[in-house]
């Protein structure tokens, strides 16, 4: 194991890795390292700004892959973010290569991250009184609302680009409390629909949020996952989470029916795509005004 110190920060590694080209940025102010992707991320600041760079190449402790795999997956999201280009999406400023790997350099989110394992794991997400989650979960439904439905215009935006979200959960959005703005924050595994479960099990993303066809290898994966894991974040931000019963959710019933619909094990039984979820979601809202 290596210990690095680099202005403010302090992180480990699996071994030595060359971070000098980081210190000619500026000054480093926060790191995020304990991601099993690969990548190591960090806060800079200089004289233009605050910016956070996602490097791919060291050996970061809790990743036990093969550093050039990782590398190749930041390339490969390089033109994902380019071509999803969106006001609540971090905005990419740079990528370069560097002799030992690749670094993306992203204009600064101000926000928490709502699955903030290094700081609050296990059941201190939803107990510790400090924790983003626990702290979003107990905002107004309306504040929710505006936010999950910041989530769901991205998307449907996405939807229009041609993708499908990939791995995206409660860990991809950071929630600006002072502001109360939600920011995309995540998409590196974001890919053009439709496409396949080509890993099976594993594949990509967190069991809270993964549709039924991400677990079955050389399923389809396409805008009717996408309506799955919109549901499954409205049920992570509004509801039981895994528990989808109404008991749980916090919005009525009426929105309750729509992600009801959205989450179901069937993928013909649920909507066609976000646009068509978005548009029940609205009908239900406007009849709840309107009464």
């Not at 409390?177 to 496409?195: G, L, Q």
Request: include cysteine.
């Amino acid at each position: 194991m290596k210990i690095k110190k680099m202005d403010d920060v302090s992180f480990s590694l699996r071994e030595d890795h060359d971070f000098g080209w980081l210190e000619e940025m500026g000054r480093v102010f926060c790191v995020f390292d304990e991601q099993d992707s690969g990548n190591i991320s960090f806060g800079v600041e200089n004289e233009q700004g605050k910016f956070f760079v996602k490097y791919a190449g060291a050996r970061p402790m809790d990743f036990t892959g093969d550093p050039d795999d990782a590398v190749e997956r930041l390339k490969t999201a390089i033109p994902v973010y380019e071509q999803l280009d969106h006001p609540s999406l971090i905005k990419l400023m740079d990528h370069f290569a560097l002799r030992d790997g690749y670094a993306a350099v992203f204009d600064w989110a101000e926000g928490e991250c709502l699955h903030s394992h290094w700081s609050h794991g296990g059941p201190a997400k939803y107990t510790d009184p400090t924790s983003p989650y626990y702290r979003f979960r107990k905002l107004d439904v309306t504040k929710r609302l505006e936010a999950l439905e910041t989530i769901f215009s991205f998307h449907a935006f996405v939807e229009e680009r041609g993708f499908v979200a990939v791995d995206f959960y409660d860990g991809s959005i950071l929630y600006d409390f002072n502001h109360d703005v939600m920011t995309i924050c995540d998409i590196d595994f974001f890919r053009k629909s439709p496409t396949v479960n080509d890993i099976g099990e594993e594949f990509w993303g967190a069991d809270r949020s993964k549709s039924p066809e991400e677990y079955d290898l050389g399923a389809v994966i396409d805008e009717q996952t996408h309506v799955y894991t919109m549901g499954a974040i409205a049920f992570g931000l509004l509801g039981g989470e895994t528990d989808h019963s109404f008991s749980r959710w916090e919005a009525g019933e009426g929105l309750y029916g729509v992600v009801k619909k959205a989450v179901n094990q069937n993928r013909s039984e649920r909507y066609e795509n976000v646009r068509a979820f978005m548009k029940a979601w609205d009908e239900v809202k406007e009849r709840l005004t309107s009464t």
